[in-house]
């Protein structure tokens, strides 16, 4: 899936007529790039954010107001995050709208729904990380409207074991927002443009 990526991203060849913007809008390669940016200005924060509950919010003040750049490089992460998710919703729409979710692409409309649903996951686990009065009370009503799901409870206890911002908590949050679920989203990106270029997709030549 590796070598297909690569393939995928830097093509031996690309028609000229491909290079024109059509129905696709090109987004699912925009929210791709917008994931590129999110794991790189990510790496970076990693090195100023403390995940503690006395520290968290404390780094970001220190990343803002004492850090060269470190204002423009968080306000990037979040606008790289909303860009995924808005991205991310209007492909999903697009594929809908054309009929690109039946056969024989079934298989890679569900590969696309778990990334839309992970995106929206990794941005709810990175909304806590500021622990500011924003991000606690955020967070603690989506805990509260996940217990009327079915396993909504033990959901919940698994994410939130102690309360919400707590040690144990924000600790949890913190590795399924920098580890977890960007593997997992990167896991299946590679799965989704490899089941493109098996399908050969909307260009016959791959």
């Known amino acids: ?15 000229s007529d ?9 987004l699912g390669g925009l929210a791709f790039t917008c994931l590129i940016v999110l794991a790189g200005t990510g790496l970076l924060l990693l090195f100023y954010y403390s995940p503690s509950p006395g520290g968290a919010h404390a780094s970001i003040q220190f990343l803002e107001s004492a850090v060269w750049g ?9 606008l790289a995050s909303h860009g995924l998710l808005i991205l991310v919703a209007f492909h999903t729409l697009r594929v809908i709208l054309t009929g690109a979710f039946q056969r024989p692409r079934k298989l890679n409309w ?3 729904c778990l990334l839309l649903f992970l995106s929206v996951f990794e ?44 040690p144990l908590s924000l600790l949890r949050f913190f590795a399924l927002h920098v580890a977890v ?22 260009l016959p030549y791959l």
């Open 1 to 15: 899936m590796l070598n297909e990526l690569a393939k995928h991203l830097f093509p031996r060849m690309i028609l």
């Open 18 to 26: 491909n290079l024109r913007i059509r129905y696709t809008f090109c």
């Open 70 to 78: 470190g204002g423009y490089l968080r306000s990037l992460h979040r």
């Open 110 to 112: 569900v590969v696309g």
């Open 123 to 166: 941005a709810y686990t990175g909304y806590l990380l500021p622990m500011d009065q924003l991000a606690y009370w955020a967070t603690q009503t989506g805990m509260e409207l996940l217990r009327a799901l079915p396993f909504g409870d033990a959901a919940r206890a698994v994410l939130v074991p102690d309360a919400v911002g707590g």
């Open 181 to 202: 679920v960007p593997l997992v989203l990167f896991g299946l990106s590679m799965l989704h443009f490899f089941i493109i270029r098996r399908q050969k997709g909307l």
